[in-house]
């Protein structure tokens, strides 16, 4: 499998060199940016002894097929980070996202916010394409992801374990009128339909962001962005919790 881009060709670097094949740097003249982005890489390979091949940036593109930022990196197996997180007790649980660039995305916001994992729905769901890895900037390389086949029995898992599962629905309460401390899973539908039917019913509460402007609805990583903030923003102590909330407090 091939990655792309200068983030997640580092990270690969930096999390599983032993599964880096070689590295592909495309040859750049003069100083600058990716002057010293090569200099960087190049000084990573060098200390995990990765084998480095130079190339004009036409051929790398025509290796890769896509916008690579002058860096491609030949690795074993997809990302599959593992280990203990800093909040072992957020969640995150994705199904029928079906852009890859959105996958990734969520991914990217998903490690920033500290979760413990991501897991996604196996069918209908976007791949972990080189796309996504790309657009996570490497953040799939520290972020466990888990294909699961069934949002019910997940939930139902979850719940199991002590988690209380907010599905995010425009319809559903501010968040920061809901108890996001705790063990929380939170849960997100897919980019035309949302949450599916059933994966709505589970839910434990759905949660939402009031839409003041014109626009409908938010782009899906703008909206884990804002839902999983407001959990940090909680879970750090800056929230006040609603007297009336229900949720991970109770119980």
């Avoid at 600058?32 to 190049?42: F, L, N, T, V």
């Avoid at 991501?118 to 796309?131: I, K, M, N, Q, T």
Wanted: proline letters at 6%.
């Amino acid at each position: 499998m091939i990655l792309y881009g200068y983030h997640p060709v580092r990270e690969a670097l930096r999390r599983r060199p032993h599964e880096v094949r070689r590295v592909l740097i495309a040859v750049v003249r003069g100083p600058g940016a990716g002057a010293a982005r090569r200099r960087e890489i190049e000084a990573l390979c060098r200390r995990r002894g990765v084998a480095v091949e130079a190339l004009p940036a036409a051929a790398l593109t025509a290796r890769v097929g896509a916008a690579h930022n002058g860096f491609a990196v030949e690795v074993a197996a997809p990302a599959a980070a593992a280990g203990e997180r800093p909040d072992p007790g957020l969640v995150v649980l994705v199904e029928d996202v079906q852009d890859p660039r959105n996958l990734g995305a969520l991914l990217r916001v998903a490690e920033g916010a500290g979760a413990a994992r991501v897991l996604v729905r196996d069918r209908g769901s976007a791949p972990l394409s080189p796309a996504a890895a790309k657009t996570a900037a490497g953040a799939g390389e520290w972020l466990p992801v888990e294909r699961v086949t069934n949002s019910a029995q997940t939930i139902e898992r979850l719940k199991a374990d002590g988690f209380w599962v907010y599905g995010a629905d425009a319809a559903g309460e501010p968040p920061w009128m809901v108890d996001l401390t705790g063990r929380v899973a939170l849960v997100f539908g897919g980019e035309e339909r949302g949450l599916r039917r059933r994966t709505r019913e589970l839910c434990d509460k759905l949660v939402g962001l009031p839409m003041r402007g014109r626009v409908a609805s938010l782009n899906l990583a703008t909206a884990a962005a804002a839902l999983l903030y407001e959990a940090v923003r909680q879970r750090t102590g800056a929230g006040r919790k609603s007297p009336d909330s229900g949720g991970a407090g109770e119980g």
